[in-house]
């Protein structure tokens, strides 16, 4: 899996958000929630995946885009290390609930935490 976020892999389809909020699972690592479901869809990646911070928490579209960036950078950069093993496809949405801002290195701490958690779930069943 190489290290990039291209178009494919980003998830715009308003069918498969709406599907995925309705009858997805969730597991947390504060300040994320990863949001999952495995799909099949024509492309030939193994993840979907979108980002998203809530308005009510940072008001100002800065804050919420730059939290945005980070994420979709960690995602990117660490995506290859989890999901290589991953055998069917899935969507994810990974939201920050947190209230204050945060640092490159807080989130990327917590998003491996979310990964593993993810991974120790679907690896059980």
């Given amino acids: 899996m190489k ?17 995925l909020f309705t009858e997805g699972k969730s597991v947390s690592a504060y300040p994320l929630r990863l949001v999952y479901m495995p799909t099949s869809f024509n492309e030939d990646v193994i993840a979907k995946t979108g980002v998203s911070v809530s308005k009510r928490n940072f008001k100002t579209a800065v804050d919420r885009n730059r939290i945005k960036r980070l994420l979709r950078e960690i995602y990117r950069l660490n995506k ?12 994810f949405m990974i939201l920050y609930i947190g209230k204050d801002k945060p640092t490159f290195t807080q989130i990327e701490l917590k998003m491996k935490q979310l990964f593993d958690k993810f991974l120790n779930k679907v690896l059980e069943k």
């Fill in 80 to 91: 290859a290390d989890y999901f290589n093993n991953l055998t069917t496809q899935h969507t």
């Fill in 3 to 19: 290290y990039t976020y291209n178009k494919k892999e980003k998830l715009k389809s308003k069918k498969l958000i709406d599907q």
